[in-house]
Protein backbone atom coordinates (compact mmCIF):
# COMPACT_ATOMS: atom_id res chain seq x y z
CA UNK A 1 0.00 0.00 0.00
CA UNK A 2 2.42 2.61 -1.34
CA UNK A 3 3.97 4.96 -3.75
CA UNK A 4 7.29 5.17 -4.22
CA UNK A 5 10.50 5.72 -6.66
CA UNK A 6 12.57 3.14 -8.55
CA UNK A 7 14.92 2.40 -5.48
CA UNK A 8 16.80 -0.70 -5.31
CA UNK A 9 14.33 -2.34 -3.01
CA UNK A 10 11.46 -1.65 -4.89
CA UNK A 11 13.11 -3.38 -7.44
CA UNK A 12 13.62 -6.57 -5.47
CA UNK A 13 10.21 -6.11 -4.76
CA UNK A 14 8.82 -6.02 -8.01
CA UNK A 15 11.94 -9.02 -9.61
CA UNK A 16 10.72 -11.40 -6.60
CA UNK A 17 6.55 -11.38 -6.47
CA UNK A 18 4.87 -13.16 -8.93
CA UNK A 19 1.74 -10.79 -9.08
CA UNK A 20 -1.47 -11.25 -10.22
CA UNK A 21 -1.43 -8.16 -12.07
CA UNK A 22 0.31 -5.47 -13.72
CA UNK A 23 -0.90 -2.39 -15.21
CA UNK A 24 1.44 -0.45 -17.53
CA UNK A 25 1.12 3.42 -17.14
CA UNK A 26 -0.40 5.45 -13.99
CA UNK A 27 -2.61 7.51 -15.58
CA UNK A 28 -6.57 7.77 -14.14
CA UNK A 29 -7.74 4.65 -16.26
CA UNK A 30 -4.64 2.91 -15.22
CA UNK A 31 -5.34 3.53 -11.70
CA UNK A 32 -8.71 3.14 -12.02
CA UNK A 33 -8.18 -0.60 -12.93
CA UNK A 34 -5.58 -1.06 -10.53
CA UNK A 35 -8.20 -0.09 -7.91
CA UNK A 36 -11.27 -2.63 -8.81
CA UNK A 37 -8.89 -5.30 -9.59
CA UNK A 38 -7.32 -4.78 -6.16
CA UNK A 39 -10.46 -4.97 -4.43
CA UNK A 40 -11.25 -7.84 -6.30
CA UNK A 41 -8.57 -9.46 -4.10
CA UNK A 42 -5.88 -9.21 -7.03
CA UNK A 43 -2.51 -8.69 -6.57
CA UNK A 44 -1.50 -5.34 -8.42
CA UNK A 45 1.18 -3.23 -9.40
CA UNK A 46 1.34 0.21 -11.43
CA UNK A 47 4.19 0.74 -13.28
CA UNK A 48 4.54 4.35 -14.44
CA UNK A 49 7.38 5.60 -16.24
CA UNK A 50 7.23 9.56 -15.22
CA UNK A 51 8.20 10.67 -11.80
CA UNK A 52 4.88 11.53 -11.09
CA UNK A 53 1.55 9.84 -11.38
CA UNK A 54 -1.13 10.71 -13.24
CA UNK A 55 -0.85 10.55 -16.84
CA UNK A 56 -2.28 13.38 -18.56
CA UNK A 57 -4.47 13.97 -15.91
CA UNK A 58 -1.95 15.90 -13.57
CA UNK A 59 -0.88 18.78 -11.69
CA UNK A 60 2.76 20.36 -12.01
CA UNK A 61 4.28 23.48 -10.11
CA UNK A 62 6.18 24.50 -13.07
CA UNK A 63 6.90 27.87 -12.36
CA UNK A 64 7.26 28.51 -8.42
CA UNK A 65 3.86 28.75 -6.66
CA UNK A 66 1.87 28.17 -9.73
CA UNK A 67 0.48 24.87 -10.38
CA UNK A 68 -1.18 23.92 -13.57
CA UNK A 69 -3.31 21.02 -15.01
CA UNK A 70 -1.11 20.65 -17.50
CA UNK A 71 -2.93 18.73 -20.20
CA UNK A 72 -6.14 18.05 -19.17
CA UNK A 73 -7.90 20.86 -17.52
CA UNK A 74 -11.84 20.05 -16.52
CA UNK A 75 -13.80 17.44 -14.99
CA UNK A 76 -17.45 16.14 -16.22
CA UNK A 77 -16.95 12.59 -17.84
CA UNK A 78 -15.73 10.64 -14.98
CA UNK A 79 -18.12 7.98 -14.54
CA UNK A 80 -20.10 8.45 -11.05
CA UNK A 81 -20.03 4.64 -10.76
CA UNK A 82 -16.42 5.43 -10.41
CA UNK A 83 -16.58 8.00 -8.27
CA UNK A 84 -19.27 6.49 -6.29
CA UNK A 85 -17.48 2.68 -6.06
CA UNK A 86 -13.80 4.40 -5.01
CA UNK A 87 -15.18 7.02 -2.77
CA UNK A 88 -13.07 9.80 -4.32
CA UNK A 89 -14.74 12.33 -2.22
CA UNK A 90 -13.47 10.72 0.49
CA UNK A 91 -10.56 10.56 -0.88
CA UNK A 92 -9.88 14.18 -1.47
CA UNK A 93 -11.43 14.62 -4.53
CA UNK A 94 -13.71 18.30 -4.40
CA UNK A 95 -15.55 19.24 -7.52
CA UNK A 96 -15.89 23.48 -7.92
CA UNK A 97 -19.15 23.97 -10.23
CA UNK A 98 -18.64 27.06 -12.74
CA UNK A 99 -21.76 29.06 -13.71
CA UNK A 100 -21.59 30.47 -16.16
CA UNK A 101 -19.80 27.77 -17.78
CA UNK A 102 -18.95 29.87 -21.15
CA UNK A 103 -18.02 33.02 -22.53
CA UNK A 104 -17.07 34.21 -25.65
CA UNK A 105 -16.01 37.97 -26.76
CA UNK A 106 -16.89 39.39 -29.99
CA UNK A 107 -14.57 42.48 -31.71
CA UNK A 108 -17.84 44.06 -31.85
CA UNK A 109 -18.66 44.95 -28.67
CA UNK A 110 -21.20 41.96 -27.76
CA UNK A 111 -20.76 38.53 -25.99
CA UNK A 112 -22.39 35.24 -24.95
CA UNK A 113 -22.50 33.56 -21.59
CA UNK A 114 -23.78 30.64 -21.02
CA UNK A 115 -24.02 28.19 -18.22
CA UNK A 116 -26.19 25.73 -15.97
CA UNK A 117 -28.77 28.78 -15.15
CA UNK A 118 -31.33 28.72 -17.84
CA UNK A 119 -32.88 31.95 -17.09
CA UNK A 120 -29.57 33.32 -18.05
CA UNK A 121 -28.99 31.20 -21.37
CA UNK A 122 -32.58 33.08 -22.80
CA UNK A 123 -31.72 36.26 -21.76
CA UNK A 124 -28.08 35.88 -23.32
CA UNK A 125 -29.24 34.45 -26.40
CA UNK A 126 -31.91 36.43 -26.92
CA UNK A 127 -29.75 39.40 -27.34
CA UNK A 128 -28.70 37.83 -30.84
CA UNK A 129 -32.04 35.81 -31.50
CA UNK A 130 -35.07 35.72 -30.08
CA UNK A 131 -35.48 32.08 -32.04
CA UNK A 132 -32.39 30.76 -31.26
CA UNK A 133 -33.41 31.50 -27.16
CA UNK A 134 -36.77 30.04 -27.71
CA UNK A 135 -34.81 26.65 -29.17
CA UNK A 136 -31.75 26.28 -27.21
CA UNK A 137 -33.55 24.54 -23.93
CA UNK A 138 -34.98 22.01 -26.53
CA UNK A 139 -31.33 21.52 -27.86
CA UNK A 140 -29.99 20.97 -24.48
CA UNK A 141 -32.89 18.66 -22.88
CA UNK A 142 -32.53 16.59 -26.83
CA UNK A 143 -28.94 16.00 -25.86
CA UNK A 144 -29.35 15.20 -22.36
CA UNK A 145 -31.82 12.49 -23.85
CA UNK A 146 -29.10 10.87 -26.64
CA UNK A 147 -26.79 10.80 -23.17
CA UNK A 148 -28.96 9.04 -21.05
CA UNK A 149 -29.47 6.77 -24.35
CA UNK A 150 -25.54 6.22 -24.37
CA UNK A 151 -25.11 6.20 -20.45
CA UNK A 152 -24.95 1.77 -20.45
CA UNK A 153 -22.89 1.66 -23.46
CA UNK A 154 -19.76 3.65 -21.35
CA UNK A 155 -20.59 1.30 -18.54
CA UNK A 156 -20.17 -2.06 -19.96
CA UNK A 157 -17.64 -4.16 -22.49
CA UNK A 158 -18.75 -4.01 -25.87
CA UNK A 159 -20.76 -7.06 -27.34
CA UNK A 160 -17.42 -8.55 -28.80
CA UNK A 161 -17.22 -12.25 -30.04
CA UNK A 162 -14.89 -14.34 -28.53
CA UNK A 163 -11.52 -14.94 -29.99
CA UNK A 164 -9.92 -17.84 -29.63
CA UNK A 165 -10.25 -20.97 -28.53
CA UNK A 166 -12.78 -20.61 -25.99
CA UNK A 167 -14.61 -23.30 -23.21
CA UNK A 168 -18.18 -23.98 -24.42
CA UNK A 169 -19.57 -22.35 -20.91
CA UNK A 170 -17.79 -19.15 -21.69
CA UNK A 171 -19.28 -18.92 -25.09
CA UNK A 172 -22.68 -19.26 -23.50
CA UNK A 173 -21.99 -16.41 -21.33
CA UNK A 174 -20.86 -14.54 -24.39
CA UNK A 175 -24.11 -15.22 -26.12
CA UNK A 176 -25.95 -13.90 -23.08
CA UNK A 177 -24.16 -10.66 -22.42
CA UNK A 178 -24.68 -9.91 -26.28
CA UNK A 179 -28.33 -10.54 -26.19
CA UNK A 180 -29.15 -8.88 -23.30
CA UNK A 181 -26.84 -6.13 -24.48
CA UNK A 182 -28.57 -5.51 -27.99
CA UNK A 183 -32.10 -6.57 -25.75
CA UNK A 184 -31.54 -3.58 -23.50
CA UNK A 185 -30.63 -1.30 -26.83
CA UNK A 186 -33.20 -1.85 -28.42
CA UNK A 187 -35.55 -1.25 -25.74
CA UNK A 188 -33.59 2.25 -24.92
CA UNK A 189 -34.44 3.18 -28.68
CA UNK A 190 -38.09 1.99 -28.44
CA UNK A 191 -38.07 4.31 -25.54
CA UNK A 192 -36.80 7.48 -27.17
CA UNK A 193 -39.39 6.81 -30.31
CA UNK A 194 -38.63 6.46 -34.26
CA UNK A 195 -38.09 10.73 -34.32
CA UNK A 196 -35.80 10.76 -31.42
CA UNK A 197 -33.91 7.83 -32.85
CA UNK A 198 -33.61 9.47 -36.41
CA UNK A 199 -31.99 12.52 -34.72
CA UNK A 200 -29.90 10.91 -32.41
CA UNK A 201 -28.44 8.88 -35.85
CA UNK A 202 -28.56 12.11 -37.40
CA UNK A 203 -26.34 13.84 -34.65
CA UNK A 204 -23.93 10.42 -34.97
CA UNK A 205 -23.36 10.71 -38.50
CA UNK A 206 -23.39 14.55 -39.84
CA UNK A 207 -21.38 16.95 -39.61
CA UNK A 208 -21.66 19.94 -36.40
CA UNK A 209 -22.61 22.25 -38.72
CA UNK A 210 -24.75 20.90 -40.14
CA UNK A 211 -26.10 19.72 -36.93
CA UNK A 212 -25.92 23.18 -35.35
CA UNK A 213 -27.35 25.08 -38.52
CA UNK A 214 -30.55 23.29 -38.47
CA UNK A 215 -31.14 24.64 -35.03
CA UNK A 216 -29.87 28.16 -34.90
CA UNK A 217 -29.29 30.77 -37.00
CA UNK A 218 -26.74 33.04 -34.86
CA UNK A 219 -22.95 33.11 -35.69
CA UNK A 220 -21.64 33.66 -32.23
CA UNK A 221 -23.98 30.50 -30.51
CA UNK A 222 -23.29 27.92 -33.18
CA UNK A 223 -19.57 28.35 -33.05
CA UNK A 224 -19.32 28.23 -29.34
CA UNK A 225 -21.49 25.27 -29.32
CA UNK A 226 -19.12 23.76 -32.29
CA UNK A 227 -15.74 23.98 -30.28
CA UNK A 228 -17.17 21.07 -28.53
CA UNK A 229 -17.57 18.89 -31.55
CA UNK A 230 -13.97 19.46 -33.10
CA UNK A 231 -11.69 19.76 -29.53
CA UNK A 232 -8.58 17.66 -29.35
CA UNK A 233 -9.63 16.69 -32.75
CA UNK A 234 -7.32 17.27 -35.91
CA UNK A 235 -11.14 17.80 -37.83
CA UNK A 236 -13.57 20.39 -38.76
CA UNK A 237 -17.41 21.51 -37.64
CA UNK A 238 -17.74 20.12 -41.96
CA UNK A 239 -16.12 16.51 -40.75
CA UNK A 240 -19.19 13.86 -40.94
CA UNK A 241 -19.20 12.46 -37.81
CA UNK A 242 -17.95 15.42 -35.65
CA UNK A 243 -21.70 15.70 -34.43
CA UNK A 244 -20.57 12.77 -31.67
CA UNK A 245 -17.64 14.34 -30.30
CA UNK A 246 -20.28 17.40 -29.83
CA UNK A 247 -22.37 14.83 -28.09
CA UNK A 248 -19.03 13.51 -26.17
CA UNK A 249 -18.24 16.63 -24.62
CA UNK A 250 -21.73 17.28 -22.73
CA UNK A 251 -22.59 13.79 -21.73
CA UNK A 252 -20.74 14.11 -18.48
CA UNK A 253 -21.87 15.74 -14.82
CA UNK A 254 -21.11 16.90 -11.77
CA UNK A 255 -22.22 15.98 -8.52
CA UNK A 256 -25.49 14.78 -10.74
CA UNK A 257 -26.04 17.94 -12.77
CA UNK A 258 -25.88 16.73 -16.43
CA UNK A 259 -23.36 18.51 -18.73
CA UNK A 260 -21.73 20.45 -16.13
CA UNK A 261 -17.60 20.69 -16.65
CA UNK A 262 -15.82 21.70 -13.08
CA UNK A 263 -12.45 22.39 -12.29
CA UNK A 264 -10.98 20.54 -9.53
CA UNK A 265 -9.37 21.47 -6.67
CA UNK A 266 -5.85 21.44 -6.12
CA UNK A 267 -5.82 20.88 -10.32
CA UNK A 268 -6.65 17.48 -12.28
CA UNK A 269 -3.73 16.02 -10.40
CA UNK A 270 -6.30 16.00 -7.68
CA UNK A 271 -8.25 13.35 -10.02
CA UNK A 272 -5.72 10.74 -10.36
CA UNK A 273 -4.46 11.54 -6.48
CA UNK A 274 -7.72 10.12 -5.77
CA UNK A 275 -8.17 7.08 -7.41
CA UNK A 276 -4.22 6.41 -6.34
CA UNK A 277 -5.36 6.28 -2.90
CA UNK A 278 -8.46 4.40 -3.34
CA UNK A 279 -6.05 1.52 -5.61
CA UNK A 280 -3.59 2.06 -2.40
CA UNK A 281 -6.46 1.11 0.50
CA UNK A 282 -7.59 -1.38 -1.83
CA UNK A 283 -4.08 -3.11 -1.84
CA UNK A 284 -2.50 -2.00 -4.84
CA UNK A 285 1.50 -1.05 -5.38
CA UNK A 286 2.13 2.14 -7.52
CA UNK A 287 5.69 2.54 -8.59
CA UNK A 288 6.97 5.60 -10.65
CA UNK A 289 10.20 6.00 -12.60
CA UNK A 290 9.67 2.41 -13.79
CA UNK A 291 9.19 2.61 -17.54
CA UNK A 292 8.25 -0.66 -19.36
CA UNK A 293 10.51 -1.52 -22.55
CA UNK A 294 8.96 -4.92 -23.66
CA UNK A 295 6.36 -7.19 -22.62
CA UNK A 296 7.58 -10.79 -22.01
CA UNK A 297 5.94 -13.52 -23.96
CA UNK A 298 6.16 -17.29 -24.04
CA UNK A 299 5.88 -19.61 -27.06
CA UNK A 300 2.14 -20.05 -27.03
CA UNK A 301 1.72 -15.95 -27.26
CA UNK A 302 1.22 -15.69 -23.71
CA UNK A 303 2.02 -12.36 -21.87
CA UNK A 304 3.88 -13.52 -18.58
CA UNK A 305 5.17 -9.91 -17.33
CA UNK A 306 6.78 -6.60 -18.63
CA UNK A 307 10.78 -6.36 -18.74
CA UNK A 308 12.13 -2.70 -17.55
CA UNK A 309 14.08 -0.20 -19.02
CA UNK A 310 16.67 -1.26 -16.57
CA UNK A 311 16.63 -4.46 -17.25
CA UNK A 312 14.65 -5.84 -14.54
CA UNK A 313 12.05 -8.59 -15.14
CA UNK A 314 8.41 -8.56 -13.73
CA UNK A 315 6.23 -11.15 -13.83
CA UNK A 316 2.63 -11.60 -13.63
CA UNK A 317 -0.42 -13.44 -14.61
CA UNK A 318 -2.32 -10.76 -16.40
CA UNK A 319 -0.52 -7.38 -17.65
CA UNK A 320 -3.08 -4.55 -18.78
CA UNK A 321 -1.89 -1.51 -20.67
CA UNK A 322 -2.63 2.01 -20.60
CA UNK A 323 -0.28 3.41 -22.90
CA UNK A 324 -1.53 4.27 -26.41
CA UNK A 325 -2.26 1.38 -29.26
CA UNK A 326 0.08 2.01 -31.39
CA UNK A 327 2.79 2.61 -28.19
CA UNK A 328 1.78 -0.62 -26.97
CA UNK A 329 1.51 -3.47 -29.90
CA UNK A 330 4.00 -1.41 -31.99
CA UNK A 331 6.82 -0.91 -29.30
CA UNK A 332 5.95 -2.83 -26.48
CA UNK A 333 5.16 -6.35 -28.05
CA UNK A 334 8.15 -7.52 -29.70
CA UNK A 335 7.89 -8.15 -33.35
CA UNK A 336 6.62 -10.96 -35.52
CA UNK A 337 4.33 -12.02 -32.37
CA UNK A 338 1.24 -10.78 -33.74
CA UNK A 339 -1.08 -11.24 -36.60
CA UNK A 340 0.00 -9.00 -39.74
CA UNK A 341 -3.77 -8.13 -40.25
CA UNK A 342 -4.36 -6.60 -36.61
CA UNK A 343 -0.67 -5.01 -37.33
CA UNK A 344 -1.78 -3.13 -40.36
CA UNK A 345 -4.84 -2.04 -38.34
CA UNK A 346 -2.66 -0.70 -35.11
CA UNK A 347 -0.36 0.96 -36.99
CA UNK A 348 -2.89 3.36 -39.99
CA UNK A 349 -4.98 4.39 -36.94
CA UNK A 350 -5.78 7.64 -36.93
CA UNK A 351 -3.28 9.20 -34.40
CA UNK A 352 -3.17 13.38 -35.58
CA UNK A 353 -3.75 15.47 -33.44
CA UNK A 354 -3.53 19.41 -33.90
CA UNK A 355 -3.89 20.62 -30.07
CA UNK A 356 -0.97 22.68 -28.50
CA UNK A 357 -1.48 23.60 -24.58
CA UNK A 358 0.15 26.51 -22.83
CA UNK A 359 -0.22 26.92 -19.49
CA UNK A 360 0.62 30.59 -18.68
CA UNK A 361 0.81 32.20 -15.05
CA UNK A 362 -0.58 35.89 -15.14
CA UNK A 363 -0.21 38.53 -12.33
CA UNK A 364 -3.71 39.66 -13.60
CA UNK A 365 -6.69 38.66 -14.71
CA UNK A 366 -7.69 39.52 -18.44
CA UNK A 367 -10.06 42.75 -18.73
CA UNK A 368 -11.60 42.10 -21.74
CA UNK A 369 -13.16 45.41 -23.93
CA UNK A 370 -16.51 43.97 -24.69
CA UNK A 371 -17.44 43.68 -21.26
CA UNK A 372 -19.06 46.51 -19.00
CA UNK A 373 -19.21 43.81 -16.13
CA UNK A 374 -17.31 45.78 -13.27
CA UNK A 375 -15.84 43.69 -10.80
CA UNK A 376 -12.99 44.46 -8.83
CA UNK A 377 -11.74 40.67 -9.02
CA UNK A 378 -12.91 38.41 -11.01
CA UNK A 379 -16.64 38.58 -12.88
CA UNK A 380 -18.60 36.24 -14.71
CA UNK A 381 -16.39 35.86 -17.76
CA UNK A 382 -13.76 35.14 -15.95
CA UNK A 383 -15.35 31.79 -14.36
CA UNK A 384 -15.87 29.81 -17.68
CA UNK A 385 -14.26 28.59 -20.71
CA UNK A 386 -13.71 31.82 -22.48
CA UNK A 387 -13.71 31.19 -26.42
CA UNK A 388 -11.09 33.57 -28.49
CA UNK A 389 -10.92 33.37 -32.10
CA UNK A 390 -14.75 31.48 -32.14
CA UNK A 391 -17.07 33.82 -33.14
CA UNK A 392 -18.40 31.95 -36.15
CA UNK A 393 -17.80 28.51 -37.95
CA UNK A 394 -16.11 29.92 -40.62
CA UNK A 395 -13.50 31.00 -37.96
CA UNK A 396 -12.88 27.59 -36.90
CA UNK A 397 -13.27 26.06 -40.35
CA UNK A 398 -10.22 28.71 -41.14
CA UNK A 399 -8.19 27.55 -38.34
CA UNK A 400 -8.09 24.23 -39.50
CA UNK A 401 -7.27 24.70 -42.99
CA UNK A 402 -4.01 26.53 -42.25
CA UNK A 403 -3.05 23.21 -39.88
CA UNK A 404 -4.59 20.82 -43.47
CA UNK A 405 -1.75 22.49 -44.98
CA UNK A 406 0.93 21.74 -42.60
CA UNK A 407 0.87 25.66 -41.44
CA UNK A 408 -0.34 26.54 -37.73
CA UNK A 409 -3.51 28.48 -37.66
CA UNK A 410 -3.00 32.00 -38.26
CA UNK A 411 -5.75 32.92 -36.17
CA UNK A 412 -5.88 30.00 -34.00
CA UNK A 413 -9.12 28.90 -31.71
CA UNK A 414 -8.47 29.09 -28.23
CA UNK A 415 -9.83 27.95 -25.13
CA UNK A 416 -9.04 29.79 -22.24
CA UNK A 417 -10.12 28.83 -18.69
CA UNK A 418 -8.47 30.56 -15.42
CA UNK A 419 -9.38 27.97 -12.59
CA UNK A 420 -7.64 30.18 -9.75
CA UNK A 421 -10.58 32.66 -9.91
CA UNK A 422 -12.59 29.29 -8.19
CA UNK A 423 -9.32 27.26 -7.13
CA UNK A 424 -7.33 29.61 -4.56
CA UNK A 425 -4.82 26.69 -3.75
CA UNK A 426 -2.91 27.00 -7.35
CA UNK A 427 -1.60 30.52 -7.39
CA UNK A 428 -0.35 33.35 -5.27
CA UNK A 429 -2.97 35.58 -3.81
CA UNK A 430 -3.55 37.99 -6.65
CA UNK A 431 -1.68 36.41 -9.44
CA UNK A 432 -3.58 33.40 -11.78
CA UNK A 433 -3.44 30.19 -13.66
CA UNK A 434 -4.34 30.37 -17.14
CA UNK A 435 -4.56 27.36 -19.36
CA UNK A 436 -4.85 27.73 -23.38
CA UNK A 437 -5.73 25.43 -25.19
CA UNK A 438 -5.30 25.24 -28.54
CA UNK A 439 -5.95 24.87 -32.24
CA UNK A 440 -4.70 23.60 -35.26
CA UNK A 441 -1.12 22.81 -34.64
CA UNK A 442 0.64 20.12 -36.97
CA UNK A 443 2.41 17.66 -35.65
CA UNK A 444 5.05 18.71 -38.31
CA UNK A 445 5.18 22.75 -39.54
CA UNK A 446 6.03 24.29 -42.70
CA UNK A 447 7.08 27.60 -40.52
CA UNK A 448 10.20 25.63 -39.27
CA UNK A 449 10.13 22.86 -36.62
CA UNK A 450 8.53 22.67 -32.85
CA UNK A 451 11.92 22.09 -31.72
CA UNK A 452 13.78 25.28 -32.89
CA UNK A 453 12.90 27.80 -29.29
CA UNK A 454 11.91 30.54 -31.94
CA UNK A 455 9.49 29.06 -33.62
CA UNK A 456 7.83 27.80 -30.56
CA UNK A 457 7.76 31.67 -29.55
CA UNK A 458 6.33 32.97 -32.39
CA UNK A 459 3.37 30.89 -32.29
CA UNK A 460 2.69 31.68 -28.56
CA UNK A 461 3.16 35.23 -28.92
CA UNK A 462 0.39 35.21 -32.13
CA UNK A 463 -1.86 33.93 -29.33
CA UNK A 464 -0.76 35.96 -26.88
CA UNK A 465 -1.98 38.73 -29.65
CA UNK A 466 -4.87 37.19 -30.80
CA UNK A 467 -6.36 37.49 -26.87
CA UNK A 468 -4.71 40.91 -26.56
CA UNK A 469 -7.62 41.68 -29.18
CA UNK A 470 -10.36 40.73 -26.80
CA UNK A 471 -7.94 41.60 -23.70
CA UNK A 472 -5.77 44.11 -24.32
CA UNK A 473 -2.62 43.85 -22.12
CA UNK A 474 -2.74 40.18 -21.66
CA UNK A 475 0.43 39.87 -23.18
CA UNK A 476 2.25 42.00 -20.80
CA UNK A 477 0.58 40.29 -17.94
CA UNK A 478 2.36 36.88 -18.44
CA UNK A 479 4.72 35.94 -15.77
CA UNK A 480 5.54 32.71 -17.96
CA UNK A 481 4.09 29.63 -19.75
CA UNK A 482 4.63 26.36 -20.50
CA UNK A 483 4.47 24.89 -23.71
CA UNK A 484 3.56 21.47 -25.04
CA UNK A 485 2.83 21.03 -28.84
CA UNK A 486 1.41 17.78 -30.38
CA UNK A 487 5.40 16.51 -30.73
CA UNK A 488 5.76 17.32 -26.91
CA UNK A 489 2.40 15.65 -25.91
CA UNK A 490 3.95 12.47 -27.44
CA UNK A 491 7.40 12.78 -26.00
CA UNK A 492 6.23 13.69 -22.26
CA UNK A 493 3.47 12.34 -22.22
CA UNK A 494 3.65 8.95 -24.33
CA UNK A 495 0.54 9.98 -26.93
CA UNK A 496 1.20 8.85 -30.20
CA UNK A 497 0.47 11.90 -32.57
CA UNK A 498 0.01 14.06 -29.86
CA UNK A 499 -3.52 13.21 -29.78
CA UNK A 500 -5.42 13.65 -26.37
CA UNK A 501 -7.34 10.69 -26.89
CA UNK A 502 -5.18 7.36 -27.39
CA UNK A 503 -6.47 7.79 -31.01
CA UNK A 504 -9.29 9.34 -33.46
CA UNK A 505 -12.94 9.07 -31.85
CA UNK A 506 -14.45 9.19 -35.65
CA UNK A 507 -17.20 6.99 -35.88
CA UNK A 508 -15.01 4.18 -37.71
CA UNK A 509 -13.26 4.34 -34.35
CA UNK A 510 -15.70 4.39 -31.87
CA UNK A 511 -17.53 1.14 -30.20
CA UNK A 512 -16.54 -2.45 -31.57
CA UNK A 513 -14.32 -0.30 -33.77
CA UNK A 514 -11.94 0.64 -31.00
CA UNK A 515 -8.98 0.26 -30.73
CA UNK A 516 -9.30 -1.81 -34.22
CA UNK A 517 -12.46 -4.26 -35.39
CA UNK A 518 -12.97 -7.82 -33.50
CA UNK A 519 -11.07 -6.62 -30.52
CA UNK A 520 -13.32 -4.21 -28.80
CA UNK A 521 -13.87 -5.84 -25.40
CA UNK A 522 -10.13 -4.95 -23.94
CA UNK A 523 -8.34 -8.24 -24.76
CA UNK A 524 -5.66 -8.66 -26.99
CA UNK A 525 -4.19 -11.49 -30.04
CA UNK A 526 -2.08 -11.99 -27.15
CA UNK A 527 -2.91 -14.25 -24.17
CA UNK A 528 -3.02 -12.47 -20.57
CA UNK A 529 -2.85 -8.85 -22.23
CA UNK A 530 -5.40 -6.46 -21.81
CA UNK A 531 -6.06 -2.60 -22.88
CA UNK A 532 -7.45 -0.03 -20.29
CA UNK A 533 -6.41 3.32 -21.53
CA UNK A 534 -8.61 5.80 -23.42
CA UNK A 535 -7.66 3.57 -26.97
CA UNK A 536 -10.01 1.18 -26.21
CA UNK A 537 -14.34 1.58 -25.73
CA UNK A 538 -15.28 4.03 -24.94
CA UNK A 539 -12.74 6.32 -25.78
CA UNK A 540 -10.96 9.53 -24.15
CA UNK A 541 -11.19 12.35 -21.79
CA UNK A 542 -11.15 11.90 -18.26
CA UNK A 543 -13.73 8.85 -17.72
CA UNK A 544 -12.11 6.22 -16.46
CA UNK A 545 -14.74 4.04 -18.11
CA UNK A 546 -11.84 1.78 -19.88
CA UNK A 547 -10.12 1.19 -16.79
CA UNK A 548 -13.24 0.16 -15.03
CA UNK A 549 -14.83 -1.70 -17.59
CA UNK A 550 -11.06 -3.20 -18.91
CA UNK A 551 -11.11 -4.71 -14.91
CA UNK A 552 -14.19 -6.23 -15.09
CA UNK A 553 -13.46 -8.28 -17.86
CA UNK A 554 -9.91 -9.49 -16.41
CA UNK A 555 -11.76 -10.54 -12.88
CA UNK A 556 -14.48 -11.92 -15.11
CA UNK A 557 -11.52 -14.19 -16.88
CA UNK A 558 -10.12 -15.11 -13.66
CA UNK A 559 -13.40 -15.94 -11.65
CA UNK A 560 -13.05 -13.32 -9.21
CA UNK A 561 -15.88 -10.86 -8.26
CA UNK A 562 -15.97 -7.46 -9.43
CA UNK A 563 -16.97 -4.40 -7.12
Known amino acids: MWRRGFSSSTRATLKEKQWDALVIGG ?17 VAVLERRHIIGGAAVTEELIPGFKFSRCSYLQSL ?10 LARHGLKLLKRSPSSFTPCLDGSYLLLGPDKDLNYSEILKFSKRDADAYARYEHQLENFCKFMDPLLDSPTPETLQGVSSFNDRMKNRLHKSNFWAHCLQQALSLGQKDMMNFMDLLLSPASKVLNNWFETDVLKATLATDAVIGTMGTVHSP ?5 L ?4 MGESDGDRGIWSYVEGGMGAVSSAIEKAAKEAGAHIITSAEVSKLMIEDSNTVNGVLLADGTPVHSKVVLSNATPYKTFMDLVPEDVLPDEFIRAIKYADYSSGTTKINVAVDSLPQFKCCDLNYPNSGPQHVGTIHIGSESMAEIDSAYRDALNGLPSQR ?9 VLDRTISPPGKHVVNLFIQYTPYKTLEGSWQDPACRESFAQRCFALIDEYAPGFSSSVIGYDMLTPPDLEREFGLTGGNIFHGAMALDSLFLMRPVKGWSNYRTPLQGLFMCGSGAHPGGGVMGAPGRNAARVVLQDIGKPFN
Open 27 to 43: GHNGLTAAAYLARGGLS
Open 78 to 87: LRPSIIRDLE
Open 241 to 245: GSGYV
Open 247 to 250: LHHV
Open 412 to 420: PIIEMTIPS
